[in-house]
């Protein structure tokens, strides 16, 4: 009587089981929140760059841009000399940038490269164990059954519902902005605004600097993001991202400011010939948008990207 009882039981659990998985890969299939499979019907509200910046192989360009977010919001389409993709992504780490190059460099004409100090924080910013690009990105299998993916289904079911705002992803790499617009403070506010501006800062420096763990490990994959650029033999510049004055201040007064100025020595050794606008005329405070003071403005990002690629562009040098 127990055995069948047990047996009983199993096929029981195995068939609520296998409903729900059942339910979880329709669901996921009907959704699609990343319209990896082509079936999202609601608009894409969330964006895993690390799925969809395979584009680069269909999109028509001469050139690349990769690093971070601040890269990420701005339009390649104002680059000067080539046409570039925007291949930035949110959070993006050496790591994955070298495995990045590697899997998806096609003779480009010039390919731009940017750094940030807060890349190399692994208590921040964990060391991502991979040992190539495709162990980033979703099976099918996983993708359609995957926790995550329920999660940013019902994100999307609700957004879709609220009818609110899709900060998307165009065909050339860029993504939107997802913040508030530029407007400036209202008479009476600025003293308010200035309270806000300063505790965002604080908060920056506190999220991306405090308790600073610095990857050895990561300055190895910089080396190999060289050796793998040279052995290409293709045009590439290495930059810093310029720092808003006021974190830069901020950063001055932590202990991890020490180590941010050994670095940008180090990245110096290796590339004698990088850009670093980590202090510079890009670090003004107008350049940044009011209610993030990290990232810098498209205007910003253009006016610096092109002084590199004149550098390069044989348009350029011609009297």
Excluded at 234 to 251: K, Q, S
Aim: proline fraction near 4%; glycine fraction near 6%.
């Amino acid at each position: 009587m127990k055995t069948l009882n047990d047996k009983r039981y199993l096929i029981f659990s195995g068939t609520v089981i296998g409903v729900l998985l059942l339910f979880v890969a329709a669901f996921n299939y009907v959704m699609d929140p990343y319209n990896l499979l082509g079936n999202n019907w609601t608009g894409v509200y969330f964006w895993n760059e690390r799925q969809v910046k395979d584009a680069i192989l269909t999109y028509p360009h001469e050139g690349v841009l990769l690093g971070s977010s601040k890269t990420g919001y701005v339009n390649p389409d104002d680059l000067s000399c080539y046409r570039f993709y925007n291949a930035s992504m949110r959070g993006m780490v050496p790591e994955e940038m070298y495995y990045y190059l590697k899997k998806y460099l096609r003779r480009e004409k010039l390919t731009l490269i940017g750094f940030d100090f807060y890349m190399f924080n692994e208590r921040e910013f964990p060391l991502i164990r991979i040992k190539s690009w495709d162990d980033l990105r979703y099976e099918k299998t996983e993708y359609i059954l995957g926790g995550e993916t329920v999660k940013a289904s019902w994100k999307t079911l609700q957004k879709w519902r609220k009818k609110e705002k899709m900060h998307a992803m165009r065909k050339n790499g860029q993504f939107d902005y997802p913040g508030a617009s530029q407007a400036p403070a209202r008479a009476g506010q600025e003293q308010q605004y200035e309270k806000q501006y300063q505790d965002i800062i604080r908060g920056l420096v506190q999220h991306h600097y405090h308790k600073f763990a610095f990857s050895q490990t990561r300055m190895e994959y910089v080396r190999k993001i060289k050796t793998l650029m040279e052995e290409r033999g293709e045009p590439y510049a290495i930059f810093i991202n310029p720092l808003n004055h006021d974190v830069l201040a901020a950063l001055q007064g932590n202990e991890a400011y020490r180590l941010f100025l050994s670095w940008r020595k180090e990245m110096k050794s290796i590339f004698p010939d990088i850009y670093d606008y980590s202090l510079s005329r890009y670090s003004a405070r107008e350049g940044y948008f009011r209610e993030d003071p990290y990232h810098y403005m498209n205007a910003t990002g253009i006016a610096f990207l092109n002084e590199m690629i004149g550098d390069f562009c044989p348009r350029e040098s011609q009297p």
